[in-house]
């Protein structure tokens, strides 16, 4: 056997072949580097380009990089406060991705750079060293969809270790564009959920985050069609379908994980298009649901949508209200949808039907999305 | 009520601020789109670049795209094999990622984008409409690497149903550069085993993929460190502490899953690195795994590494191969660690150890693992 150790095998080169060329054909610059002061460095090398601007909420206004003379473009930005910022380039016109960051995310059909700055200790985005639920990809038969639909459930730290202990179940739901990835992977919600529940300051809870695009098994890529291009799935998103097959995905998770079934341990919250699914269905199934949280939320259906779900929400938003729900509704100053809530607002008001307010900055943006869930698990269960 | 009807809520314009932005700023094209002939066809928006190439395994060589009076550029190859493949774009030679097309794949620190020629019924790495795996994403605690780590586990269909029914396990290991999430995104493992169960090819089995880093907690990104760079980690993943730490991950499975405990019901597999590790995990463990899976298998240590797991071999291959064990090695004609794997051969041969050979076209690549994958799990259990 000692033949063998002829084959001085260097590890560093076994990689897949694909890569090897790739690390062969690349500067190996870093970019998105978060400095020790919380600044942020984005390089990125071209060096025929004649003009590389950084886009995004990283910085606010386009701005410009400056180049070296290796061919390297460079910024650095000003002290960022702890947020998870997105960005990408702009090189002689072109939208283009950082090839030197990794770290990408989906929103729709658009690919953005990301940056994590962190906090010393416990900002709420971040991965700490506490104990971590678990994360499932999980596919449920949908009876009244005919078909099965994948979707993420949370289970918080220490559900498999107590075979006993039933949870409280927050329904999590996404906007317009979304799929079951997004308030995983745009709203950090395990981090979110990890670090709360770790402090004390939320419960655990199951967290459940279903497809809303009731016409899809999955998300793109991840369903039977393949890894189709994204598109803005139009058909039964806003028209009641999705509200009347939501109880498939109850059942499903009252059958499959120790839930706690009643009402005070059930909770529906979503943003945008997700707040107008939590708002008929917290008063379609005007008793299952105790916890409701409307962030930057629509309300009303288009002209000419007809559907049970909306035929009488008068008399489903009086019985939800007769059993004291949790009713919290979050929306920005900027957000494009502010009046909806301020009409909402006052015909909750004209009906002394109690909820509470929360008015951030900003606009119909995750930056907000991710506050927004930080304070609404904290005030459930 | 009736006032907020006002507000025509078009949901279409309901998107984050950022992706609105971002859909305003690009030229509506799709890209990497499979045509009904299994030709695939790439676009891109450059009206200024002089001259803009495909490159990777879609392509095989670069090959130039075509401008049009609009300013893209285009490409469609020739009818394609059933297959995932890679591919990047290189524009006025400079690498950039296709930004008309959302699926991509991370191998180490390097990103591309992903096609999937799928067959009409059947292929291996489509999603089809199957009972479906759960995928989760677990942290276990390592006591004896002194921290909690993140690992991927597949249960198979139907698992979460029966509450008595057990189940063997497949401890599948990643290659140098990769990390828990290697075989799902690029292994398409979830996918390969649905398939192969649903078609009673494969036993319903536990998949568990492990990160093999074993300095580190989790992939990049999805650890306290925050969205870091990928490097190349190079402390303790060849020098036996991974293999010595390996017993936590089978306990934290044993305790939290419902498993068959013996070695008849359970394998352990990996690529390159993940197949130098199922070696030495075999052979020190040499009672607790009866089905081997070595695929374009490292075998020797870098010289001057000393370790307990690798002090005896002679002796644990003699007593792993004792039991008879299930011995299956797979490599490609082209690999660069082909003769190694000549060379172990015939010290096996040598020895009258029995295995099984499987040698197939090509090198050092994915194309070759997610085949190997796909011919193992038909042989165990």
């Known amino acids: 056997m000692k033949k063998f150790s002829v084959l001085l095998v260097i590890l560093c080169c076994a990689f897949a072949a694909n890569a090897q060329q790739a690390l062969r054909d690349r500067i190996e610059i870093h970019s998105g580097i978060v400095n020790p002061d919380n600044t942020v460095t984005i390089q990125y090398f071209a060096p025929d380009a004649q003009k590389v601007m950084v ?37 002689d016109g072109l939208r283009v991705l950082d090839p030197s960051n990794v770290h990408l995310v989906r929103d729709i059909s658009t690919l953005f750079n990301m940056v994590l700055v962190q906090q010393p200790i416990n900002d709420l985005y971040s991965v ?6 678990m994360v499932q990809k999980v596919w449920y038969p949908s009876q009244r969809a005919g078909m099965t639909r994948r979707m993420t459930v949370y289970l918080p730290a220490g559900y498999d270790d107590s075979k006993k202990t039933k949870y409280p179940v927050l329904y999590l739901l996404h906007g317009s564009g979304g799929d079951e990835e997004a308030w995983m992977e745009l ?8 670090n709360l529940i770790a402090q004390g300051k939320a419960k655990p809870m199951i967290v459940v985050m279903p497809n809303g695009n009731i016409s899809d098994q999955a998300a793109p890529g991840e369903g039977p069609d393949g890894l189709v291009v994204p598109g803005i799935p139009g058909e039964h998103r806003m028209d009641g379908y999705y509200e009347e097959t939501f109880l498939d995905i109850v059942d499903y998770v009252d059958s499959h994980y120790r839930t706690m079934k009643d009402a005070k341990h059930r909770a529906v919250a979503g943003l945008s298009m997700g707040g107008y699914h939590s708002f008929w269905i917290s008063l379609y199934y005007n008793n299952m649901f105790q916890h409701i949280g409307l962030f930057s939320a629509v309300y009303m259906p288009r002209e000419g949508i007809s559907n049970p779900v909306y035929a009488d929400y008068e008399t489903g938003l009086q019985k939800l209200f007769s059993h004291h729900p949790n009713y919290r509704i979050y929306i920005g100053k900027d957000d494009f949808l502010y009046q909806a809530n301020v009409d909402m607002r006052k015909y909750l008001d ?7 307010y929360n008015e951030s900055a900003g606009g119909h943006q995750w930056v907000n999305w991710r506050c927004y869930l930080s304070d609404f698990v904290t005030h459930i269960f």
């Open 55 to 91: 886009e995004g909420d990283l910085v606010g206004e386009p701005t410009a990089m400056l180049k070296d003379e290796h061919g390297i473009w460079s910024y650095t930005t000003s002290v960022k406060e702890p947020e998870l910022y997105m960005y990408w380039l702009r090189v």
């Open 187 to 194: 709203g950090r919600a395990s981090q979110i959920l990890d």
């Open 350 to 356: 004209e009906h002394h039907y109690p909820y509470v």
């Open 128 to 133: 700490h060293n506490v104990v971590h639920g």
